[in-house]
């Protein structure tokens, strides 16, 4: 058993401690693919075509509420700073645009934000112009502008490791909070 910081990219499968490493199911085809295995022994498997916003949320921020529904997942609450029932305002998505070195407010929602390097939540009152660019020597980072104005932005960096994908930086820290990690 390793570390999920020593894993590269690859096909994943999570297990309670207790679980028989032989009862893991193989992965079929060529696409990426996580398992989670409860601790009743049965089994979710899942493809991972590719990350999008809402992936790598779940994988920066440690405390949020962000529902499904019938449009995808959609913003309610960061870190305990929720947004109003009377939609006074609300948290939108932003995206760091690497041509034009600037944040741009995303069009879609967060199921639909793909291969974005670095995104970040704001006020929708929030003029994207004022948001502090992303800093460079930050590897991975997800922005939160809170809608008092203070802002935080949330990181991971690497070492020892080359160049790691955001995307690889959210499926380590989303798989990494809860289970047991194996290399399949």
Partial sequence: MVGIDSIEAGNLAFAPNSTDDTTIPAPQGEDVTFTIVQSNGSNDTSVMG??????MSMGALDSFVAPDSDWGHYMTTIDGNEAPADYSWWWKLHYWEETNKSWVESAVGMDSLVNKQHILWAPNSTEASTIPAPDEYMVHKLGVVYADGSTELLDARYYNMGNVSAIEHS???ILSKRYRLFWI
Avoid: I
Wanted: glycine residues 0%; positive net charge.
């Fill in 50 to 55: 590719e990350l999008n916003a809402w992936h």
């Fill in 171 to 173: 499926k380590r820290r």
